[in-house]
């Protein structure tokens, strides 16, 4: 599976994003979403992952209330919508993929990972 992220860019502190993630080649077996972000000199943290037929989710604290994650199979393409943005969503935001969790927040589970798409918040 390729991933591609795209959608970030520079939004004003309470402004809002959505991220996507497109896939492509072998997407016709199941595979669980992540969105993960990397922020300057931290390590990488998970965000929000849902499962392939999108009934079960799962955010970190810091997002709950805020963002949202989706997905159309149809498409190929999981989403993260970002509200209520804050300077401390600042970071580069990955997707991955995989196939051997029903929804997890483990990096170490994800097989697949897409670029990166940066997301700046200014205050």
């Known amino acids: 599976v390729q991933l591609q992220a ?22 016709d077996r199941n595979y669980a979403v992540g969105w993960f972000r990397q922020a300057p000199g931290k390590e990488r943290e998970f965000v929000a992952a849902i ?7 799962d955010y970190t ?13 149809a498409k190929n393409t999981a989403f993260l919508q970002m509200n209520g943005l804050k300077p401390e969503d ?5 997707c991955a993929a995989t196939h051997d969790y029903t929804v997890t927040n483990m990096e170490k589970a994800y097989n697949y990972w897409g670029q990166g798409t940066q997301v700046t918040v200014s205050s």
């Open 6 to 27: 795209f959608g970030g860019g520079l939004v004003q502190a309470g402004g809002s994003l959505r991220l996507s993630c497109a896939a492509s080649g072998r997407t």
């Open 51 to 57: 499962s392939w037929i999108g009934s079960m989710s």
């Open 61 to 73: 604290d810091s997002v709950k209330g805020r963002f949202t994650i989706s997905r159309d199979n």
């Open 90 to 94: 600042t970071a580069v935001y990955y």
